[in-house]
């Protein structure tokens, strides 16, 4: 169970196990609706029999409620077939409508429960679950990962991965499947990629590959540089919180070690010839969520400091709209998880443009990385609550990188330049867990607004995407209405919302530097206080100019203006995580949420 619940946070609607019994009966199961914690306790009163091979899945629902009946493992073939699945099969109305006209009888909603009986008759006629696994994968549309095992093969697992996730855990006398590292972080650190349209057969003591049409795979080997103990609470209330106090470490790590000897910034894992990247006209970020404001906060950095166009795309939209990349266009896809739907086929449509993809990700092995050109990694550590903290400040200190990277590579900074930003972006951690350490007014504030109906965040330059960041992370704990603008907006509509008491945080920036926004943004603040809003103010220490229009004022430690997005989102995180707990909710876990979305 220990795997489960590591895996939670991609899916919390129902969970279910399934066991191969040595006798070579029927598999036992159980599956409860709900959280992982209902199907514990049904097995700590009615316990299943050890087995010699086991399958199991938390489940984020698509087809079907989320009930007893529709949670996985599903059976076929009397009970001796069991399957689970992540993903959507696209064509299984069609494939239901032809099982259904040879009397099969289904008892879930799901389209998973049509890959188990195609499974179960192409078994039977193959008596082969791996092969008959390849005769499955090659008739499903869509995104799938699928695992089964059946009572007369009973120390194996055969899995299959078409767009969606699945990792080899290499254990001594046991081999292990999951959609994430996590799920076996406990036995092993060694593990295998498995590539799109590939087919997996473990054992306790052998792993095989092929692709759906049986051709032999050698899969990438790798190993996972965290232990079982960074995908754990520590001692912290939530993995929120832990993720926040992480947040100083997932910062420097992500900067360890991007120099050589020289002191010229390097990359992960660069396929791309430099001279292209010199020629780049064109830079478009595709991402999702949080991701895709860490995007819009590397636009400001990147622009000012190789002064190369960025247009930051969502992921959903890019492809459908005919985007205008070619070979001189740099795609940059930026994913925590790396397996993102959306952001995936916008990667492979970006490729079939002619565009190079760099991927920007903090897992290993996932499909995002693999398919681009080149990879920047960030070294967040595991992140297990849904609403992502250290991953997002991990990504923006890669897209710094990044445009460093290039404007080293293109000529548009001196040497010394570079390094100077470089040591700023160093001290970074420090400044961070001084915002952390300084935080208990914020929490303050926040248990007492348990009860607010609505908060609204204004910012500017790069203040506007640490507005949208913060406003985000309200709706996704809270459940409570928040926008984030861009403060110059307001007196172009938004300010109708001002009323009486509306609580507004306002992101205020330095008030140093050549173009700086600051005076403008104390005039929004004032404009809304004249209309009766409760301000909260973010400021940089030493800035005495807000005092006077916060009623709430939360200082951070002066930082350069294009990094500053690393401490001021950093107390509306916490905020955020306050609230949430306040209001008794679920802060690791919020509602109809999943960690990696990987359906479209």
Not at 406 to 424: C, H, M, S, V, Y
Request: glycine letters at 8%; one cysteine or more.
């Amino acid at each position: 169970m220990g795997g489960l619940r590591r895996l939670e946070y991609r899916g919390y609607d129902s969970a279910g196990v399934a066991v191969v019994t040595a006798d070579g009966g029927p598999l036992a199961m159980a599956k409860k609706a709900g959280k992982l914690v209902n199907l514990e306790d049904y097995l700590a009163a009615q316990p299943l029999p050890l087995g010699t091979a086991a399958i199991g899945h938390t489940r984020w629902a698509t087809h079907g409620a989320p009930t007893d009946l529709n949670a996985h493992p599903h059976l076929a073939d009397r009970g001796r077939l069991a399957v689970i699945h992540n993903g959507i099969i696209e064509n299984f109305a069609v494939l239901k409508a032809e099982l259904l006209a040879t009397g099969v009888v289904f008892a879930s909603e799901t389209d998973t429960e049509v890959a188990a009986h195609l499974l179960a008759k192409a078994f039977v006629e193959t008596r082969d679950l791996a092969e008959a696994m390849r005769i499955v994968a090659r008739r499903l549309e869509g995104a799938f990962t699928l695992l089964a095992v059946h009572a007369n093969v009973p120390d194996v697992v055969v899995g299959a991965r078409r767009n969606s996730p699945l990792v080899v855990g290499l254990g001594d006398g046991e081999n292990f499947l999951g959609s994430d590292v996590s799920a076996f972080i406990e036995h092993t650190r060694d593990a295998l990629e498995l590539g799109q349209d590939q087919v997996v057969t473990i054992t306790s003591d052998g792993v095989a590959v092929t692709d759906f049409y049986g051709g032999a795979v050698t899969p990438r080997r790798f190993t996972v540089d965290w232990d079982a103990t960074a995908a754990e609470k520590g001692g912290f209330r939530s993995f929120m919180d832990k993720e926040i106090h992480d947040e100083p470490k997932a910062v420097a790590d992500t900067l360890l070690g991007r120099t050589d000897p020289a002191g010229g910034l390097i990359l992960d894992d660069l396929r791309i010839n430099e001279a292209v990247l010199r020629a780049v006209d064109k830079i478009v970020v595709v991402a999702c969520g949080t991701a895709a404001y860490a995007g819009h906060v590397a636009k400001y950095a990147i622009e000012h400091w190789c002064r190369i166009p960025v247009e930051v795309e969502l992921a959903h939209e890019f492809r459908y709209r005919d985007p205008v990349v070619n070979e001189k266009t740099l795609v940059v896809a930026i994913s925590q998880s790396g397996e993102t739907m959306d952001t995936i086929m916008a990667v492979r449509h970006a490729r079939e443009q002619g565009a190079k993809v760099l991927a920007i990700c903090n897992t290993y092995g996932s499909t995002i990385p693999r398919e681009s050109d080149a990879v920047l990694y960030t070294h967040a550590g595991p992140e297990i609550a849904v609403a992502s903290t250290k991953a997002f400040l991990a990504q923006i200190t890669a897209t710094y990188l990044l445009g460093l990277y290039l404007a080293q590579l293109r000529g548009n900074k001196f040497p010394d330049e570079i390094r100077e930003i470089l040591t700023q972006l160093h001290a970074m951690p420090d400044k961070i867990q001084s915002v952390i350490d300084h935080a208990g007014p914020v929490r303050e504030l926040a248990r007492s607004m348990r009860d607010a109906e609505s908060v609204l965040f204004l910012g500017r330059h790069v203040g506007f995407p640490v507005a949208l960041e913060g406003a985000l992370k309200l709706k996704e704990l809270a459940y409570i209405h928040a926008e984030g603008f861009a403060a110059g907006e307001l007196k172009h509509g938004p300010i109708a919302l001002i009323d009486e008491g509306q609580p507004v945080f306002v992101i205020v920036p330095s008030s140093s530097g050549r173009d700086s926004v600051h005076d403008k943004v104390i005039s929004n603040i004032q404009e809304i206080r004249a209309r009766g809003a409760r301000t909260m103010v973010i400021a940089e220490e030493g800035d005495t100019a807000v005092e006077p229009f916060g009623d709430d004022v939360f200082f951070v430690p002066a930082t350069p203006t294009l990094l500053a997005p690393l401490v001021s989102v950093v107390p509306l995180q916490i905020f955020a995580c306050e609230l949430a707990t306040a209001r008794g909710l679920d802060v690791d876990q919020p509602r109809n949420l999943a960690k990696s979305v990987t359906v479209e």
